[in-house]
């Protein structure tokens, strides 16, 4: 095994290649980048947000063969650009087929889940999506929701967006500004009070949520107020 030597130039910054290698390192950057310049625009573009989890992994696996090849010297440039060509073409064959038949597109991209029906929290919807109320109470306010009674229907999408219905006009609901767990929270007694976890309205506030289990409850408000 060879022994490192501590800060040795010329290994840090050239490693064992000769100085002309950078100008191969230069070609391979230009050729492969142009290469995949011209399938990308021919796939067309899309935001993150619109990706499937398969096109997510085929982009994964596009950086890989783009990044390995710039580089490397012992890896073929047609080997590379054959690799890249193969996982474009799988990409555009994945978007065809979500366009072309809806099965394909629910087995691959999901489908919309509803979370939230008339200021209250479904819970059964969050546990499918995995997403946590908290979590879905930071994305309603970040869309400029200050309490549940605003919500008439919202549905968490499969591209991981939020869809708001409001309800017209509001009604009584759990009041998210400022955000219910930095509050400390008082039993309401007999008024009208929204469980902290789910938003349930309830008059007067049970011991335990029958929705969602919790004991912990709020006055439930209308927005403004």
Not at 79 to 100: G, N, P, S
Request: proline share 8%.
């Amino acid at each position: 095994m060879d022994t490192i030597t501590p800060f040795d130039w010329q290994r840090m910054f050239l490693g064992d290649t000769p100085p002309v290698f950078l100008l191969e390192i230069l070609f391979r950057t230009l050729l492969i980048l142009l290469w995949t310049s011209v399938l990308l625009r021919w796939i067309g573009g899309r935001s993150i947000s619109q990706l499937s989890i398969a096109e997510f992994l085929l982009v994964i696996a596009l950086g890989s063969a783009v990044g390995d090849t710039l580089f490397y010297p012992d890896v073929p440039l047609v080997h590379a650009m054959l690799v890249i060509l193969v996982v474009v073409l799988i990409d555009k064959a994945v978007d065809i087929a979500i366009r072309r038949w809806s099965p394909v597109k629910s087995v691959i991209d999901g489908s919309p889940v509803e979370v939230l029906r008339d200021g209250r929290i479904l819970c059964d919807g969050m546990t499918s999506r995995q997403v946590g109320t908290l979590e879905l109470m930071e994305m309603l306010r970040l869309k400029q929701i200050e309490n549940l009674g605003q919500v008439r229907r919202a549905y968490l999408e499969a591209s991981g967006l939020l869809s708001i219905f409001r309800a017209d006009p509001p009604r009584p609901g759990l009041p998210l500004v400022p955000p219910p767990e930095i509050v400390s929270h008082a039993h309401p007694g007999a008024d009208p009070a929204a469980c902290t976890n789910c938003g349930a309205v309830e008059q007067p506030a049970p011991a335990t949520c029958r929705h969602c289990g919790r004991e912990s409850w709020t006055a439930a408000t209308c927005a403004g107020a």
